[in-house]
């Protein structure tokens, strides 16, 4: 089972290897920044007789899920929350009918909670206390604050933008003036870079976007008009389109796709599925709880001074041999190729074995930026690819000291769903092949197939058990675990929010659902007196406890020095067990609990002695 | 325990006359040999494998072996008997194992071989039984003998394999692991429950060993140490004991102190192993681009448990009738986090199983929004711009397809890992001189990552169509490009042999792709001098030095079609002489030339 325990533990580490290889750069590129901009008229508070719930306390909702969400997963994240409609105002400048409940900040948990004080009937008293309604509000003033509230931040913002709900399709319908004033302002706000979202909520009778906002909202390229038409009954609905709004692509690399006799194209790599992990814990002071800084330093353990990077070499051990190289050597013999995929030739996509699976896929997209005219070649590939089921074979290599593999691009067609938003891009996604090593050989035993019978009632039960998979069916238990513990402690709940785990398989529907159909199969299968927990993990753990006993036993033999030299002599110390190594280092007074530590403490010992 | 998975190999090297004969310029079998026999080793010493590898030499001045009397089995010698790779015998074959003046029949050295590996072996347990021969096959051999002992082999159950070429990589060792079992349950609610274990099938494979540092002069790791320490984040920078810290986590913009203890005692647990369908669904809603993870898990019925074999066998088969997946909570163990999978059938020829693959959780999932490309006017496509990229698909297929079967041209799952080898030689080099800078990459290893030879061919007119139709301008704002090129246009003289070697038919086409000549080569030595003596910078004298050196190397073969290329050599050094003014230089060489050819005894032929 050492293999198993290898993996487990080496999880992390190669969790960190990922991480590493395709940490897309937030540093250069600053931090993001999003203010929810609320329309707090009376109109927004009116219940939507069809879903239930008015659309502010949907925008609520929203905007709480999105807090919650950013504080998992991209916790640099800055948000605000602005009302505007309000009869009491709040904010720097002192306009009227605009209120600042949040500045733009990193949300943390108390701001999870004043958010949720207006949530519910419950909630809608309390605003009316607290801040009131009011029809004199400009949209003009409301997007001023807003564009104040960005200029007020002194760090380097990379993303800048405004979501406005509402479901007024023509607020300033009697008041010419203000409604040129937040045209222009809305001009200025696209001229320095904010972009302005429209996130247009339920209203009886149908929001009109032509009436006022189609001059007021920006499109960027990347959007086509059609993608802002309907309005959002459902919180799901709306949920999806703030989410589609709010994720920047960031690009892991930009590279070039060369063809060949010197064709080149540039694409840039995404990641479109990246693995959410628990963050790691960090060291706080005792006596203040601020965080404190871990410095790792490197010194002489003889004359204990300082050693700088310089000052060191890199060594791996064979046999009794240290081979030393330089540091820069260790990643120079890393490197193959610059940053690049290059072309080998096409295959048809069924040759794309199912189960050659070594790591998650990437994404490409075109990028006009390096090369112009790459969206166009690009584009003919991908027709031609889509059309003749083909995928292409490239050597890819991600970055400067990383050696080469090879990988399959499966070309993509987009795919849009109901309401028109997109659910999945054009591009080509980067299948990563497995190498002659990276494949194992499992023995098997021999094959006993299953008769028609058994066969056919199997698949009655698969038919009862079918449902529809999607990707984003499934939360991580672990992390939302974490997360829920988290805001308990830091909103002092009594108790962490209950938490569904999708993960676990719900055994009494399952069993409601195949009824007899359950014991039909087994009664097919397996003779009357068979007990499958009989014959599995539980009686192997018997048996596994008396072998242990036995292989106890057995190390009290101990290894004899003559032995462990002659096994030295034709290197096969190697085949000697743990224990029995560490048996023989105990003897010897050596360190080492892996086997390699042990079988190099051994080995080095025998040298000298 | 699993059986046993290693093997015996007996390298069976033929060191003999002919094979350090070479024509100029070329290797000699020797020295290929040499090179296959290194790598072989070097694999096995580095990835620390568990097979062993004897070493049996030929043609050599002494004899040494069980069976030698004093006329039978003479010059060979057993240099190594069975055992584990190692330095010794890799530093042997870098510099101790010479070519000898002898020769020695390589049947007699195949009996000492199968003698060698059936007295070695006797008692233990192999996989596989192997001799490997590198041998040009030039020297006599009583061929009556043959048939006799290719059928003792064969009863022997051992496998003979002749090598000669570097390009023959299918001997090489895989990094390989023994795969581990993990028996579990395989549940459909609670009622139906069918004993499985899973195997990893597919992984990334990494080096065991990992660097570790060492002190840059004594070259010790004991004189480096490293210590964490904890300080305040105040201007001294005051430094706290680690007792003093506690642990805590970011929740948003609040940082949450919660201590080992509490955050063990709350988070989430697992009641231990798990592979428990949660449903089906149609394999098509499972899209490739959804795996997740690092691994791939092949699941069978338990060992000796017939019935469970049966109640899996219908599972795999009701999935592949039905083209449905299950979709699966996997617990490795007990302090393992679940993950959720899809389970699809793989059915072969010997074997069934079930496949399982991790799937992304909801928090993984980025919702990314591009520019749609079909309705994009700025890159609207010409119908002869989609023709020109059909000819390209076309020139470049990498399946042929005879009617009857595809021919993978280019099998990913076949070739091994080049950082591994790349790692390898650097550390084998490094070993032998430690103070030289790394060596170039190997040119066989280049070339297995490059194209194969006849896809760059036929490729050569579409892409040619595809840069006239198609703009493209590189707006210079990626600064490695220029870098890239200079690493990739390597103008290595032994990666350009590789080149040639890898297809000897068509050298020419290679050598017109090549660019510019830095020295006189033996292939076309008379173009190369005349393109030097054409850059302005060379020294004349220089160039034809190099230029003389081969025509000395071509007499030495004393082959006719050689003295006809030494011809061309002269002429051409005349001519340019004359060009350059240096006709006094030239009747100089040729003097020395013909001292030289006078004394050798060459005859010139035709002349």
Not at chain 2, 73 to 78: D, F, K, L, S
Request: overall charge negative; glycine content about 4%; charged content about 30%.
């Amino acid at each position: 089972m050492s293999d198993w325990r290898a993996h487990y533990h080496n999880e992390d580490e190669e969790d960190q290897d990922e991480a590493e290889e395709n940490e897309e750069d937030v540093k250069f590129t600053g931090r993001d920044s999003l203010i929810f901009l609320i329309d707090a008229s009376e109109s927004m508070f009116e219940v939507n007789s069809e879903t239930e719930i008015s659309p502010f306390d949907m925008t609520i909702q929203c905007v709480h899920k999105v807090y919650t969400s950013k504080i998992i997963s991209s916790d640099r994240d800055l948000l605000a929350v602005v009302f505007f409609g309000t009869q009491k105002h709040k904010n720097s400048v002192d306009f009227k009918h605009v209120y600042v409940l949040h500045d733009l900040d990193s949300p943390g948990a108390k701001r999870v909670l004043e958010l949720d004080r207006y949530q519910g009937e419950k909630g809608y008293k309390l605003f009316k206390e607290d801040l009131g309604h009011s029809w004199d509000g400009s949209l003009g003033d409301a997007l001023w604050v807003c564009s104040n509230l960005f200029s007020d931040i002194r760090l380097k913002l990379s993303h800048k933008r405004i979501m406005l709900f509402t479901n007024n399709d023509n607020p300033h319908a009697n008041d010419s003036s203000k409604a040129r004033m937040a045209r222009t302002k809305a001009n200025d706000l696209r001229e320095t870079g904010i972009i302005l979202d429209l996130m247009h909520l339920w209203k009886s009778g149908g929001f009109d976007i032509s009436l006022f906002y189609r001059d007021i909202v920006s499109l960027s390229e990347d959007e086509d008009v059609g993608m802002q038409l309907k309005e959002s009954a459902k919180l799901d609905d709306l949920l999806r389109k703030v989410w589609a709004k709010d994720y920047k692509k960031r690009v892991v690399s930009r590279m070039n796709l060369n063809l060949g006799g010197g064709v080149e194209l540039s694409v840039g790599v995404y990641n479109l599925i990246h693995s959410a992990r628990r963050p790691a814990a960090i060291r706080l002071y005792r006596e203040t709880n601020e965080p404190v800084k871990i410095k790792t330093r490197w010194f002489n353990g003889e004359t204990g001074s300082l050693l700088l990077p310089s000052d060191t070499k890199k060594a791996q051990v064979y046999g009794q041999r240290q081979i030393v190289l330089e540091k820069e050597e260790t990643e120079e013999l890393r490197r193959f190729d610059n940053p690049s995929l290059v072309l080998i030739g096409f295959k048809p996509l069924s040759l794309l074995k199912k189960h050659h699976h070594i790591r998650p896929s990437q994404f490409i997209y075109p990028e006009e930026e390096l090369i112009a005219g790459s969206t166009t070649l690009f584009r003919a590939l991908l027709t031609k690819c889509l059309e003749r089921n083909v995928c292409i074979i490239c050597r890819y290599t991600p970055r400067r000291n990383t050696p080469p593999r090879f990988v399959a691009m499966v070309p993509q067609e987009e795919q849009l769903d109901s309401q028109g938003m997109q659910t999945m891009p054009s591009g080509f996604h980067l299948i990563f092949l497995p190498f002659a090593d990276d494949i194992r050989k499992i023995s098997f035993t021999g094959k006993v197939v299953a008769d028609r019978d058994q066969i056919e009632k199997m698949k009655r039960v698969v038919q009862k058990l079918k449902f529809k998979y999607r990707p984003d069916s499934f939360e991580n238990p672990v992390i939302q675990k974490h997360f829920r513990n988290l805001e308990a402690l830091a909103l002092d709940l009594k108790e962490p929010e209950e938490m569904e785990d999708l993960t676990l398989a719900k055994n009494d529907v399952i069993d409601g659902r195949i009824e007899q159909l359950a014991e039909e199969f087994t009664s097919l299968v397996y003779p009357p007196d068979y007990n499958p927990d009989a014959k599995g993990p539980q009686k192997r753990k018997l048996d596994e406890s008396a072998g242990r006993a036995e292989k106890k036993a057995k190390v009290e033999v101990l290894v004899g020095e003559d032995e462990i030299r002659q096994h030295l002599r034709s290197g096969t110390l190697g085949k000697l067990t743990v224990p029995m190594l560490k048996e023989v280092c105990k003897q010897y007074g050596l360190k080492g609990s892996k086997k390699q530590e042990l079988l190099d403490a051994i080995t080095s010992y025998f040298s000298k002695h | 325990m699993a059986p046993s998975a290693k093997s015996a190999v007996v390298l069976c090297w033929d060191v003999g006359r002919t094979m350090s004969m070479a024509l100029p310029g070329e290797e000699s079998s020797f020295e290929q040999a040499k090179k296959v026999v290194l790598l072989f080793i070097q694999r096995q010493v580095f990835a620390e494998s568990k097979d062993e590898t004897a070493l049996v030499l030929f043609g050599t001045d002494g004899t040494s072996n069980p069976l030698a009397t004093s006329d039978q089995y003479q010059h060979i010698i057993v240099h190594r008997g069975l055992m584990i790779p190692d330095f010794d015998l890799l530093e042997d074959v870098h510099s101790g194992i010479k070519a000898s003046d002898d020769q020695a029949d390589f049947l007699d050295a195949l009996i000492v071989c199968m003698d060698l590996l059936q007295k070695q072996t006797l008692g233990k347990k192999y996989e596989k039984l192997h001799i490997a021969v590198f041998t040009d096959l030039s020297s006599p051999f009583s061929s009556d003998q043959l048939d006799v002992i290719i059928d003792n082999m064969k009863r022997a159950g051992i496998t003979l394999q002749f090598l000669e070429s570097v390009e023959q990589l299918s001997i090489f060792k895989k990094i390989e692991r023994k795969p581990m079992a993990w028996p579990c349950q395989l549940t459909i609610g609670s009622k139906i429950t069918i004993n499985i274990v899973a195997y990893k099938a597919i992984t990334e494979e990494k080096i065991k060993k990992s660097w570790i540092s060492v002190d840059a002069k004594t070259l010790r790791k004991e004189d480096v140490r490293r210590e964490t320490v904890y300080c305040l984040n105040d201007d001294n920078e005051t430094e706290v004991t680690m007792e003093d810290t506690i642990q805590g986590f970011r929740y948003g913009s609040d940082i949450i102190p919660f201590s080992q203890v509490d955050q063990e005692q709350m988070k989430y647990k697992t009641n231990g192993k798990c592979f428990s369908v949660l449903g089906f669904t149609k394999s098509v809603q499972v899209l490739r681009h959804y795996y997740v993870g690092r691994q791939v898990l092949k699941v069978f019925a338990a060992k000796d448990d017939e019935h469970a074999a049966v109640a899996l066998s219908a599972l795999i088969h009701s999935l592949e009738e039905l083209e449905m997946v299950a979709i699966v909570r996997y617990v490795y163990d007990r302090r393992s986090n679940p993950q959720i999978g899809v389970a699809f059938p793989l059915i072969k020829d010997k074997y069934e199983c079930l496949t399982y693959v991790q799937l992304p959780f909801m928090e993984d999932l980025r919702q990314f929004t591009f520019t749609s490309l079909k309705n994009n006017k700025k890159a609207a496509v010409s119908e002869e711009q989609l023709s020109a990229v059909d000819a390209l698909i076309d020139s470049m297929n990498l399946v042929m397809d005879d009617g009857e079967e595809l021919e993978d041209l280019f099998k990913v799952s076949k070739i091994p890992n080049p950082h591994f080898q790349r790692l390898f030689q650097c550390l084998q080099w490094k070993a032998f001189q430690p103070d030289d800078p790394l060596p170039p990459l190997d040119p066989h290893l280049k070339s297995m990552l490059d194209q194969p030879q006849e896809v760059a061919d036929s490729s050569l007119a579409s892409l040619e169509q595809l840069k006239k139709l198609f703009t493209l301008r590189d707006s210079g704002k990626k600064k490695e490009q220029k870098m890239a090129q200079q690493i990739f246009k390597n103008n290595d003289p032994e990666e350009q042999d590789a080149k040639r070697a890898r297809s000897d038919d068509d050298f020419n086409i290679v050598s017109l792709a090549e660019g510019t000549v830095t020295a006189v080569g033996s292939l076309n030595p008379a173009k190369d001098f005349q393109a030097l003596v054409q850059q302005k910078n060379v020294n004349f004298g220089e160039v034809t030095k190099q230029l003389m050196e081969r025509v000395y190397q071509f007499l030495e073969v004393k082959n006719h079609q050689y003295y006809m290329k030494s011809l061309d050599c002269v002429k051409v050094c005349r001519k340019e002489a004359a060009k350059v003014g240096e006709s006094q230089h030239f009747n100089t060489i040729l003097k020395t030339l013909k001292e030289n050819v006078e004394q050798k005894g060459c005859k010139i032929s035709g002349s």
